[in-house]
């Protein structure tokens, strides 16, 4: 199995050195049990998919994973590696990891394109926000909390075909109307990872039917 390499940064966002995935997880996490704090970072992806009805997909993250195993998820999120850029990486996610073909546009392409698209062959996303210091809360099994920071863009989408989680780091996906998620948001709260909530209240404008 090949090694997963990421650019790792500092929180000004310079770049630092290349490093292993593993041993990058253990320097930050020693780093953080000793000092409270995580001084360096790398660069990912996090998404919320809809349905053309406009009903969002959440991922129910596998008990068996070491942080937030067993809550409510983003659709999906990953690292980008190597020289890989953040379109390429979610391409490759979304094929990979969920079983379906994905095409990044621009705004203007997208807004365009939704409601002529035969979205249940292929996921339509765009860029909705770039944040330098993304920090993610994790929950590890023994409650404590690791909050990690990320270079982290953000993206919303369509896809109306079938999706199954391969990896097995999902135990399954659940879709939900922007309305019942907010009321299942405030009702359990412990339910949902803190990237989740995050998401719902920064982007539910773009949470929304294609017209």
Known sequence: MNKEILKIYNLKG??????????????IKKEFSETGQITKQVKRFTCLLMNSSGRIYLQKRS????????????TVGGHVTGNDTFN?????ECAEELGFPASILSKKEFDES???TH???????????????FKSTRIAKNNQKFIQPYINTTYIGYYDGPIKFIDGESSGI????????????????EKFTEDTKFMIKKY????????
Request: no cysteine.
């Open 14 to 27: 310079k770049f630092l050195k290349n490093q292993e995935r593993k041993k990058f997880y253990r320097e």
């Open 204 to 211: 539910r404008k773009y949470l929304k039917p294609i017209k």
């Open 63 to 74: 008990k068996l994973k070491k942080e937030n195993s067993g809550l409510h998820d983003k």
């Open 88 to 92: 390429m990486t979610i391409i490759r």
């Open 114 to 116: 939704i409601s002529k």
């Open 174 to 189: 659940e879709v939900f109307s922007l309305k019942e998620l907010e009321k299942k948001i405030k009702e359990k709260p």
């Open 119 to 133: 979205l249940n062959i292929v996921a339509l996303f765009r860029k909705v926000d770039y944040i330098t210091n």
